[in-house]
């Protein structure tokens, strides 16, 4: 798909979307409805109101072209209904690549438009528009009665009972937000705040179809953004690089079984009804021990489920980011964990929650505010985690720290213990450089038994020295050289990181 065709048929509807705005904005100041502020009021606004209430046409659709437009076609076929969808999306579009559409109506009292000062991961005073925003649009350029010609009524034109009409069109828009529409079904919008007005709820794209529709990302991947609370995670390695102890390759043949063949359990009448969706795991250990590597090879088995291309295809893993998740805000984190899940949940992913000790840690007793909203917190992730039907990792240096509600809903618990002596000395041969060599007074057999380190620190020590090797090689040798005495300062410098003496 090309970008920049994409980007000026966004461009069009945003145009679209800008004359629907100034019409509804001319039609009140014409009534004495609100103030003129951001009001361009050079223009003659003389004249017949009926020309600010007249249905202004949008764009044609280019499904072949963009695939917002694809989307659209694919699943609105009445014309009056893909219109209304049409200005949902693109009030939630322009907020999200392009705010300064709605700046015409950030003061407006009527406009429903809510400015966010308290999201971590926000511009200070961001425009956010709700449910409420699309209702008055509405309710200005969308006459309640037409002709059969499509043709506004004359009879309805005037703005004579405005509770009467804003009704109206609350009730043509209550379909659209219930979780059967296809905007809800199919994570177009988020659904992640918890407003006590529903219709002052935020219209939030998501920004993984947003992507997709733009052609920037594969169907799976999501290109990083500064706001998402997750990255995606590959590794270069296999399962035989791999190094665990017995018990934590038995334990995960569950989980590889669970991912190759759930969509056949899913489809037995009698084992969908007894099992609950998806499959949590916890993995626990000391670090580097390989937990992180393991969650990221889950996502190489091959599942059977099917996507776009048609075949089998790998799962991608994201790693959630707290820093993005927890906020101090009273009711963030809960709306950061809605578009992480609900993004999670349309695409398929594995989610890695890396270091779970903040956000599954035990609850406490309630004492003060800030207690009682967090307890709420740890209760909607719950909901989320037991609602999610993929497969969902958590990871802790201590099963002891995860709350015992999230342990009771898990269907494995894998523990990964510091490697033995003789895994060890095969952790050690597996990282032996290429193009660096080791002295020959080095005994990688004595080494393992006497120094138990994790794998993530022999990484951290055969890099550490390589790189000095590499900053000691003299021109006449043939390679850089590791030695013995170098082996040895770098082992003590790695295990005094972790508070060991030697």
Not at 131 to 156: E, F, I, K
Not at 357 to 375: E, G, H, I, K, P
């Amino acid at each position: 798909m090309n970008n920049d065709v994409s980007i000026q048929y966004l461009a069009d509807e945003f145009d679209w979307l800008s004359a629907l705005i100034d019409s509804a904005l001319r039609l009140d100041m014409n009534n004495n409805q609100c103030s003129t502020d951001g009001l361009n009021t050079s223009d003659d606004v003389e004249g017949d109101v009926n020309q600010w209430y007249q249905i202004i046409p949008p764009p044609p659709l280019k499904p072949q072209l963009i695939g917002y437009h694809q989307w659209l076609n694919q699943h609105y076929q009445n014309n009056s209904e893909l219109n209304k969808v049409r200005l949902i999306m693109n009030l939630a579009l322009a907020a999200y690549l392009l705010p300064a559409v709605l700046l015409p109506i950030k003061q407006h009292p009527q406009a429903g438009l809510r400015v966010n000062n308290q999201g971590h991961s926000k511009e200070e005073g961001a425009i956010e528009p709700s449910w409420q925003t699309t209702a008055w649009l509405l309710t200005r350029c969308w006459p309640m009665q037409h002709n059969q010609l499509g043709q506004p009524n004359p009879s309805t034109l005037a703005i004579q009972n405005d509770s009467q009409q804003l009704l109206a069109t609350r009730l043509q828009l209550l379909p659209y937000m219930q979780g059967e529409s296809s905007l809800q079904q199919h994570k177009v919008l988020l659904s992640s705040s918890n407003h006590a007005d529903p219709w002052l709820q935020p219209l939030q794209i998501n920004p993984v179809t947003c992507q997709q529709w733009l052609g920037l990302a594969e169907q799976q991947i999501l290109t990083p953004l500064a706001d998402f609370p997750a990255q995606h995670i590959t590794t270069q390695l296999t399962w035989d690089d791999l190094v665990v102890a017995e018990c934590v390759t038995t334990s995960l043949v569950d989980i590889k079984r669970w991912l190759q063949y759930k969509q056949q359990l899913e489809k037995d009448t009698v084992l969908n009804k007894l099992i609950k969706p998806g499959y949590r795991a916890l993995f626990y250990g000391p670090p580097g021990t390989g937990k992180s590597l393991t969650a990221a090879l889950l996502g190489k088995i091959c599942t059977s489920c099917q996507h776009i291309n048609k075949h089998p295809a790998e799962l991608p893993v994201y790693r959630v980011d707290l820093s993005q998740v927890v906020s101090k805000w009273v009711g963030e984190t809960s709306k950061n964990l809605a578009l992480l899940f609900d993004t999670a949940e349309q695409h398929q992913w594995i989610l890695f929650f890396d270091e779970a000790d903040a956000l599954f840690s035990q609850r406490t007793s309630v004492q003060t505010a800030n207690d009682r909203y967090a307890n709420q917190e740890i209760g909607f992730l719950l909901q989320r985690i037991e609602a999610y039907p993929g497969l969902i990792i958590l990871a802790s240096n201590l099963k002891d720290n995860i709350d015992e509600a999230f342990t009771r809903r898990l269907q494995s618990i894998v523990h990964f213990p510091l490697p033995d002596e003789q895994q060890r000395l095969q952790l050690w041969q597996q990282a032996v450089p290429a193009t660096i060599a080791f002295a020959d007074d080095i005994d990688f057999r004595e080494i393992a038994k006497q120094y138990p380190v994790s794998g993530g620190l022999i990484t951290n020590i055969i890099l550490n020295l390589a790189l000095e090797a590499i900053d000691n090689h003299l021109p006449d040798e043939q390679q850089p050289v590791i030695q013995k005495e170098m082996l040895l300062q770098g082992i003590k410098r790695e295990l005094l990181k972790e508070g060991v003496y030697l």
